[in-house]
Structure formats: C-alpha cells, structure tokens
T-cell receptor
Framework: ETGVTQTPRHLVMGMTNKKSLKCEQH?????MYWYKQSAKKPLELMFV???????ENNSVPSRFSPECPNSSHLFLHLHTLQPEDSALYLC?????????????FGPGTRLTVL | GENVEQHPSTLSVQEGDSAVIKCTYS??????FPWYKQELGKRPQLIID?????GEKKDQRIAVTLNKTAKHFSLHITETQPEDSAVYFC??????????????FGQGTILTVHP
C-alpha cells in the first residue's frame, strides 16, 4: 500500500541504543501524528505536527524526540528507552482544515526494547 | 480533556448475526466521531464516521448512531461475515480542538465472527 509509509517495520533495541523511526506520506497532507499502540490499551496520541510545527506533546517522556523537517516526513528519535516502551508505533496524517477529518495511518513500527 | 470509554472489549458472534459496539464520551463539545477497523497486523482504517449534527449514518452493512444528550455513540454491523473479524476503535474529537484534528480513542473491541 502507498500513502503513509513507515520504516523500519520491526525494530529490536537495547535500552542504551539510539534509533529513529521514519514516517513518510505522499498524500499532500499537512498534519502528522505519532501514536503508541500497546496491548489492551487505547491508541495513545504522542505528538502532533501541523505545517511542520509541533502543536501537541501529550506528556511524552523526553526519551522520545520527534522531528518534522517538512510536511511529508516525520521522525521519532529514540534513546535510553525502557522495556515498557515496547509497542506498535503508528504514524498518521491528515489534510489541513476542519472539513477533512479522516486520519490515514501508516503500517506501524513494531518496537521491542530489551 | 476528552475521555472515551468503549464496550465490550471482546465480542464473539455467529456469522449472519448483528454486532453492536458502544462508546461514551465525556466532552459535550465533541463534534466528530469516527470508527476505525484494524485487522490483525494491519493499519487502522476508517470505516464510518458521524458528525454531531447527525443522529444516524448508514453505509451498507454498517451504521453508526449518536445520542448527543447521553454522550454515547454506537457501531452496528448487520449480517456479519468472517472478514468482519478485527479490532474496532471508536474515537471522538473535541470541537475545542483545532483543525488538525486531535482524536481521543476508545480501548478497542476485538470482534470475532465465527463461520
């Protein structure tokens, strides 16, 4: 599927590693999101970027650091993570404007922290 | 902030039966309510949504109803098929949110349709 892509699809890292997740959308959208999906918990919004500007940080620990160099790309930089950070990390995007509501999700990155 | 509760957490039905999933929300200013379906190992995808100025919306076998007074909305799937088996998430967007559309999601319902 095209639209919103995420790499890598799977990542295993130690607690002292530094890694980055990448999200790319080819839909011309201007709003991009990072979500965390853990087992038996609702999708948790982490960050929101609107026209490359961060407009929401949902009390996320500083070991997660987002970056949005342009409207098409979104990164999540990871360092000194904890085992409880293991989850599926989903990126989503949406056109700007109140008339556009659907968020388009990427396939996610399955992260395992050892 | 908005809080969304979703029930049941698991739902098992026989093929051909109907399935109903219910959600409640806390913020009376919320004005948009989407439902997403997530098949195993796949991304969530929007299946139906409703705005607060509409009480019911239907799309073939799926329908959503909204009761603004009681602050709850429901997903109805009729004539269920095995391919309907998935996790279903409801969500709500506060009207106070900006146009970038912050959604608050429910906990999800695992629907299993037995042939």
């Amino acid at each position: 599927e095209t639209g919103v892509t995420q790499t890598p699809r799977h990542l295993v890292m130690g607690m002292t590693n530094k890694k980055s997740l990448k999200c790319e959308q080819h839909l011309g959208h201007n709003a991009m999101y990072w979500y965390k999906q853990s087992a038996k918990k609702p999708l948790e919004l982490m960050f929101v970027y609107n026209f490359k500007e961060q407009t929401e940080n949902n009390s996320v620990p500083s070991r997660f650091s987002p970056e949005c160099p342009n409207s098409s790309h979104l990164f999540l930089h990871l360092h000194t993570l904890q085992p409880e950070d293991s989850a599926l990390y989903l990126c989503a995007s949406k056109p700007q404007g109140d008339g556009y509501n659907e968020q388009f999700f990427g396939p996610g990155t399955r992260l395992t922290v050892l | 902030g908005e809080n969304v509760e979703q029930h049941p957490s698991t739902l098992s039905v026989q093929e051909g039966d109907s399935a109903v999933i219910k959600c409640t929300y806390s913020d009376s200013a919320s004005n948009y309510f989407p439902w997403y379906k997530q098949e195993l190992g796949k991304r969530p995808q929007l299946i139906i949504d409703i705005r607060s100025n509409v009480g019911e919306k239907k799309d073939q076998r799926i329908a959503v109803t909204l009761n603004k007074t009681a602050k709850h909305f429901s997903l109805h799937i009729t004539e269920t098929q095995p391919e309907d088996s998935a996790v279903y998430f409801c969500a709500a967007r506060s009207a106070g949110g900006t146009s970038y559309g912050k959604l608050t999601f429910g906990q999800g319902t695992i629907l299993t349709v037995h042939p």
